[in-house]
Nanobody, 117 residues
Framework: QVQLVESGGGLVQPGGSLRLSCEAS????????MGWYRQAPGKQREMVATITNGDGVNYADSVQGRFTISRDSAKDTIYLQMNSLEPADTAVYYC???????????WGQGTQVTVSS
C-alpha cells in the first residue's frame, strides 16, 4: 500500500485556478500509474486525469485543455493544475495510485474543491 496525502483544495470563483498536490509515501518512479479522481454530491466517482511512470497522460473529456497533470519524482508528488474552473468542477478530489497493473489502488483522503461566485 502507498499512503497518499492531498492538499491544495479550496474555494475559487468561476474562471479561477487551483493546483492540487498529492505526496506519496513511496518513490513514485516505482508506481505504475497515479491519478486524480473526483466525486460530486450524489454522483459516482470519476476519473479526471492519470499519469504513468512513463509520463503517459490521459484526461477526461470534460477537463481536456483546462487541467494538466504532472509529477515530480524528486518530491514523490503529483500535481493537478486546474484552470478555467467551472461550477461543475465542484467535488472532492482524490489521489489514486496503482503500484502495478494488477495491484489494488491506494486512495488519499480527498480534498474539497468548490467553484462558486
Amino acid at each position: 500500500q502507498v499512503q497518499l496525502v492531498e492538499s491544495g483544495g479550496g474555494l475559487v470563483q468561476p474562471g479561477g485556478s487551483l493546483r492540487l498536490s498529492c505526496e506519496a509515501s513511496k518513490s513514485i518512479s516505482r508506481i505504475f500509474v497515479m491519478g486524480w479522481y473526483r466525486q460530486a454530491p450524489g454522483k459516482q466517482r470519476e476519473m479526471v486525469a492519470t499519469i504513468t511512470n512513463g509520463d503517459g497522460v490521459n484526461y477526461a473529456d470534460s477537463v481536456q485543455g483546462r487541467f494538466t497533470i504532472s509529477r515530480d519524482s524528486a518530491k514523490d508528488t503529483i500535481y493537478l493544475q486546474m484552470n478555467s474552473l467551472e461550477p461543475a468542477d465542484t467535488a472532492v478530489y482524490y489521489c489514486n495510485a496503482k503500484r502495478t497493473p494488477v495491484t489494488p489502488p491506494s486512495w488519499g483522503q480527498g480534498t474539497q474543491v468548490t467553484v462558486s461566485s
